[in-house]
């Protein structure tokens, strides 16, 4: 089993950044690809962020690319989320998951181990 604890999350106002940890404990991190999702009041679950375990290459959805920045670190067996230049629109719950099954690294389906979320609101 596989682990994962997230933190970082807050109250934050437009324009300002956070920072999200994604904490693995257990099974080989380095292994695994690793996303972010969040999902929003009374929406789906959507992938937002994905780094890949062997080259470290990234991807992102449209609505965070050129804000949001996933990085891994697996001396520490984290990721990272760095949120700038937030918008009421990314107030959500946000998991990083374990991809574990192929598939397209923003379909949830393809992730069997899951954090238990962390709550971002962006507010003035």
């Known amino acids: 089993q596989l682990q994962l604890v997230e933190s970082g999350g807050g109250v934050v106002q437009p324009g300002r950044s956070l920072r999200l940890s994604c904490a693995a404990s257990?099974?080989?991190?380095?292994?695994?690809?690793i996303g972010w999702f969040r999902q929003a009041p009374g929406r789906g679950r959507e992938g937002i962020a994905h780094?890949?375990?062997?080259?470290?290459?990234?991807d992102y959805a449209t609505s965070v690319k050129g804000r949001f920045t996933i990085s891994r670190d697996n001396a520490k067996s984290t990721v990272y989320l760095q949120m700038n230049d937030l918008k009421p629109e990314d107030t959500a719950v946000y998991y990083c998951?374990?991809?574990?099954?192929?598939?397209?690294?923003?379909?949830?389906?393809?992730?069997?181990?899951w954090g238990q979320g962390t709550r971002v609101v962006v507010s003035s």
């Open positions: 780094i890949d375990s062997d080259d470290g290459s990234t």
């Open positions: 998951a374990a991809k574990t099954w192929g598939g397209a690294w923003y379909q949830d389906g393809a992730y069997d181990y």
């Open positions: 257990g099974l080989a991190f380095e292994g695994y690809p």
